[in-house]
């Protein structure tokens, strides 16, 4: 689980791991082969990837570790499922922690000078109309 509501600290540091395990773009591309089936062989991953079986699997454990996928063994072989949950916390987590606030802080200089910019009509000599553009 992504956040602790407990200490807080927890949840910051597993976000990170999280995001630091999708930082890497083989990493990236091995979790989105993965996602696109019910599981996946590790045999299969190293056919799609022109890397070696190591660096794969170097890759499979950082993505476990960060809990973003789960294996399962089969005899000598390892099948690999994305953690879809921990994707959704993740993205739960951000969008409380970095989302947007129900009303958005100003500056007390942008205010004024959003203020001041607002001119509701002008007044030309010999001309009654606003111009246009402008609001009544």
């Known amino acids: ?47 799609l990837f022109p890397v070696a079986q190591a660096t794969v699997s170097h890759h499979l454990k950082v993505l476990g570790d960060a809990g973003l996928i789960v294996a399962r063994r089969e005899g000598p072989f390892g099948y690999y499922r994305l953690r879809h949950e921990v994707l959704e916390e993740l993205l739960g987590f951000l969008a409380k922690r970095l989302g947007r606030r129900s009303k958005p802080r100003r500056s007390p200089t942008r205010a004024a000078s959003s203020a001041a910019a607002k001119v509701v009509e002008v007044q030309v000599p010999g001309a009654h109309a606003p111009i246009q553009g402008e609001e009544r």
Do not use: N
């Open 1 to 47: 689980m992504i956040v602790d509501m407990v200490t807080g600290r927890v949840s910051v540091e597993r976000a990170v791991r999280v995001a630091k395990a999708l930082g890497d773009a083989t990493r990236f591309e091995l979790l989105l082969a993965i996602a696109d089936r019910p599981d996946i062989c590790c045999r299969d991953l190293v056919a």
